[in-house]
């Protein structure tokens, strides 16, 4: 009997270290092929710089589509029992860039739309259809002639509009000379201190159109399954204070498997001229009517979460 257990202990005990020894060659196999798989893509991301330090067309994009539906049927724990909602929102950056050795043009697209729905089925008074809610959209293109490689002499076009409602109501178009600083790689600072705002709107009583200085700052980069973009738009006017304004976006994607991940987008704004434009369109007729002078010029936000897709 004392044998047996014995035999059977031994047995056991070169069993588990046939099966331990398997395991660290496996362990030691992969981590040889890793090591191989690490050089080889250095070696890729190094082929890839060489290939974007050339000239030529450089051209991305990339965007962030979030949303949710629901449909609710005597659910009496709340207000309207019988509703269904929605919403829906999606974000695109695009660029397309030609660098040259002497010269580069740079075109950029950012748009950021955003539905929302609630219809209550009790009712026939309330509106069942998908209402635009967040509204963005930009559209910018900059050529530039090298003065050295990190300076250029520059023009720009920008144009700033809603396409989902009041499209160019109101609408500004930025056209500009100066120049162009390139301090690190992917960061590009404008500064033209020859700038006209033009302005579209049908009510001439608030928005004016202007001379003055451009400044735009954009940072758009990607890092292994990351994509982001910071993008600030100002315009200083020359005539008054309250004719300037100035945007920030900023759009983040995380690729987590193949095309597919997750998206961040934020933005803010300031625009004295849209605050009483607002103002005004909602006036009662009590007390003083809103001017320049007394309105509350709230900073404008706004964000996006959801599913993004790496074009």
Do not use: C
Not at 2 to 8: A, I, P, V
Not at 35 to 63: C, K, N, S, T
Not at 246 to 252: A, D, E, I, L, R
């Amino acid at each position: 009997m004392t044998k047996k257990l014995l035999l059977t202990t031994v047995l056991m005990l070169t069993i588990a270290f046939g099966f331990s020894q398997t395991k660290e060659e496996l362990k030691a196999q992969k981590a040889e092929k890793q090591a191989v798989a690490d050089a080889a893509q250095a070696e890729a991301d190094a082929l890839q710089a060489q290939i974007d330090a050339l000239p030529g067309w450089r051209i991305g994009a990339f965007g962030t589509i979030g949303g949710s539906l629901s449909n609710f049927n005597n659910w009496y724990s709340q207000g309207a029992p019988n509703n269904a909602s929605g919403n829906i929102g999606i974000t695109f950056n695009g660029y397309a860039n030609l660098i040259e050795e002497k010269y580069f043009w740079r075109n950029a697209l950012t748009a950021n739309l955003n539905w929302v729905k609630l219809d209550n089925k009790d009712t026939d008074l309330d509106d069942d259809s998908f209402n635009p809610t967040t509204d963005v959209f930009n559209i910018s293109s900059l050529y530039g002639r090298n003065l050295s490689k990190k300076l250029a002499v520059s023009t720009l076009m920008e144009y700033r509009t809603t396409l989902l409602d009041n499209f160019n109501d109101p609408g500004y178009l930025d056209v500009g000379v100066g120049f162009t600083w390139l301090p690190i790689e992917n960061l590009i600072v404008v500064v033209h201190p020859l700038n006209y705002n033009f302005v579209f709107a049908d009510s001439d009583t608030v928005f004016e159109s202007s001379l003055g200085a451009k400044i735009v700052a954009d940072y758009t980069r990607q890092i292994g399954a990351v994509n982001f973009k910071t993008n600030l738009s100002a315009f200083q006017s020359y005539k008054s204070g309250d004719l300037s304004n100035w945007t920030w976006t900023n759009s983040f994607s995380y690729t987590l498997w193949k095309m597919i991940g997750v998206g961040f987008d934020f933005g803010l704004r300031s625009n004295k001229q849209e605050a009483l434009n607002f103002a005004l369109a909602n006036f009662d007729g009590t007390g003083n009517a809103p001017d320049f002078g007394n309105v509350d010029n709230k900073l404008q936000t706004y964000y996006t979460i959801g599913l993004s897709y790496k074009f």
